[in-house]
């Protein structure tokens, strides 16, 4: 079995009931910020290797790195292939830094956006304006809402009651 179906299974066992889930979260996201710290410690370099080799330089178990991986996927340069992965998988921790920051943003991880870091990488104008890009990039903006008695939106000329507002029936 590969190893993300496997994560998937321990992650998300609803049989661990509530408390179970949520201690187990809360261990994981202080595990993950420790490897985040590490990485942006030194934003430049490379992180290469198997997924075993990566578990044992951040002190993780092969579950908490696949864990680790599928996170942060969305945000490499050239994405790993996380679906079939196994401990003896090549896998690469290049990441796109505005990207990074973006979908930690998107996944509402302030204990990572927020980490001293990030202050290095990017000025506060900089982190600001990614934050706003990420923000509004989910805001759905509704146009304005036609009047019964205004002219129909489709270019008919009609009323929109009589036109494209009117009932089907």
């Given amino acids: 079995m590969a190893l993300l179906q496997e994560w998937h299974k321990i992650a998300y ?15 994981y ?33 092969i579950m908490e790195m696949t864990g680790f991986l599928d996170g942060i996927n969305d945000s490499l340069i050239t994405p790993n292939p996380i679906e079939e992965m196994e401990k003896d998988t090549h896998v690469s ?43 509004k990039s989910g805001t ?3 146009g304005k809402k036609v009047g019964r008695n205004e002219p129909c939106p489709c270019g008919s000329g009609k009323k929109y009651k009589y036109c494209c507002g009117r009932a089907r029936g």
Avoid at 13 to 26: H, L, M
Avoid at 107 to 132: G, H, S, V
């Fill in 13 to 27: 066992n609803e049989k661990a009931g509530k408390e179970g889930i949520q201690r187990f979260w809360q261990n």
């Fill in 29 to 61: 996201f202080r595990l993950e910020q420790g490897v985040y710290e590490k990485l942006l410690a030194a934003p430049e370099e490379v992180v290469e290797g198997t997924v075993e080799e990566l578990a044992e330089k951040y002190s993780l178990s």
């Fill in 93 to 135: 921790l290049a990441f796109d830094k505005e990207k990074l920051y973006k979908n930690m943003v998107d996944a509402k991880a302030d204990w990572l956006y927020n980490l001293p870091a990030w202050n290095d990488i990017f000025d506060e104008e900089t982190r600001k304006r990614l934050y706003m890009e990420q923000k």
């Fill in 140 to 142: 759905v903006i509704v």
